[in-house]
């Protein structure tokens, strides 16, 4: 086993004992014991190397280098340490540590870098413990909404500010305001699909991350009798949700790649056997890369729903509760991690990514760039998750590499 192998093996075994269930499957909701643990162990990991470990106002860690020319620019890495419930071991803490085992790399090698480095941990990212994603992102560019959690609960009825204070942070003296010293951003993430395994690739640099409509669509009906109600004297909600169903992803297919639509949760009322539903309430997710064709995509959503339920007579109430545009990755950063990632002989992909991640939060303010390693058979949010050690080690080459070019090298990264 060469030392870059147990170099990474070492350190992910060190932090998925943190949080991990006897039977497989990690937990670190935000602001739980086992989510202070780990972020007390990656403090102490970014001391171990030589940076300067610092928590802010919402639990964000950070480990620094100052740049010995131009320590007022920062060049960021990392990504989150929370989990999804019985999540796996890869999602968001392999993007802090392949940070760690980048920097940690150029430190020995090359010294103090020119301008300033710094490796993150995000506090939050998932929304799984409370009714609020990328608060640590958020945070850091100033956008967390802290009214929006001032009465927040979690499953077990823990107020949000409490479960803050008992993490060791104080939610009234939350005051975010958008760091100014940053010049870019870079994450590496697992992919979380299977277009690079598939492409039998190492590296898949991202363009752009995909937008999001989500909606909760209600048709409602006439609940009545299985038996006795004639087919042409119904009015079945359930009819009705299943021909938009079919519908829709008929439509969907025609599209085509990058658009992606998933009906996701389903409630049929009554719900029982011989009744004819007289309510459904479903949910839809579509997913482009381009604004105006999700915006296209979406008329025809609302279109198709309501010429359903009219076809069958029934009443048609829709309420598009997300709407996230998408977002490109800044195109200079792009063009130098395919660069970098080509001249070290990595077979690279450019492609978009379908999941949010910090750096659409980040990509709005400073210059960012995303790239993927390879998920085995594209399965996340599992024990299962799991990416081969080699691609792991991939990604820590190719995050080496574009970390140099931007904080060693004289030359300039235009802003977005």
């Known amino acids: 086993m060469n030392q870059k192998i147990r170099d990474m093996r070492d350190c992910l075994l060190r932090l998925s004992a943190i949080g991990a269930a006897e039977g497989g499957g990690l937990t670190r909701l935000l602001y739980s014991p086992s989510w202070r643990e780990a972020q007390d162990c990656l403090c102490a990991m970014f001391e171990e190397i030589g940076l300067t470990a610092n928590f802010d106002q919402v639990g964000n860690l950070f480990g620094r280098i100052e740049g010995r020319e131009k320590p007022e620019e920062t060049v960021l890495t990392g990504s989150h340490v929370d989990t999804v419930r019985n999540g796996g071991t890869l999602d968001g803490q392999y993007g802090i540590l392949a940070g760690w085992l980048a920097v940690g790399r150029l430190l020995a090698k090359h010294g103090r870098p020119k301008r300033s480095m710094e490796v993150v941990s995000f506090a939050e990212e998932e929304g799984s413990r409370f009714p609020y994603a990328f608060w640590g992102s958020k945070s850091l560019v100033g956008l967390a909404d802290r009214e929006a959690l001032r009465q927040a609960r979690d499953a077990e009825g823990h107020l949000f500010s409490e479960a803050m204070e008992q ?19 870079v994450e590496a993430h697992i992919e979380q699909g299977g277009v690079l395994e598939n492409l039998n690739q190492q590296i898949g640099v991202v363009t752009d991350i995909a937008g999001q409509k989500r909606y909760t669509a209600t048709l409602t009906g006439e609940a009545n009798h299985a038996g006795t109600t ?27 790649d990058p658009l992606v639509l998933t009906f996701g949760k389903v409630e049929v009322l009554p719900n029982i056997v011989n009744v004819v539903p007289g309510r459904v309430i479903f949910t839809v997710d579509c997913r482009h890369t381009d604004q105006k064709a999700l915006d296209a995509f979406a008329r025809t959503i609302e279109s198709a729903i309501g010429q359903c339920a009219a076809d069958l007579g029934l009443t048609a109430e829709i309420d598009c509760w997300m709407n996230e545009p998408p977002v490109p990755m800044n195109r200079e950063l792009i063009e130098r991690i395919t660069r970098v990632c080509r001249e070290r002989g990595l077979k690279t992909h450019v492609m978009h990514s379908g999941a949010g991640h910090d750096s659409q939060i980040l990509a709005r303010h400073y210059p960012t760039a995303m790239f993927f390693v390879p998920s085995i058979k594209g399965i996340s949010h599992n024990p299962a998750e799991e990416t081969r050690i080699e691609d792991l080690v991939a990604g820590v080459d190719a995050l080496e590499a574009i970390l140099y070019d931007l904080a060693y090298s004289n030359s300039q990264l235009k802003s977005n």
């Open 167 to 185: 993490a060791g942070f104080d939610f009234e003296a939350v005051r975010p305001a958008p760091r100014k010293d940053i010049k870019a951003f």
């Open 230 to 256: 004639p087919m042409s004297m119904r009015h079945d909600a359930m009819e009705g949700a299943a021909r938009c169903m079919v519908t829709l992803l008929d439509e969907a297919g025609k599209q085509g």
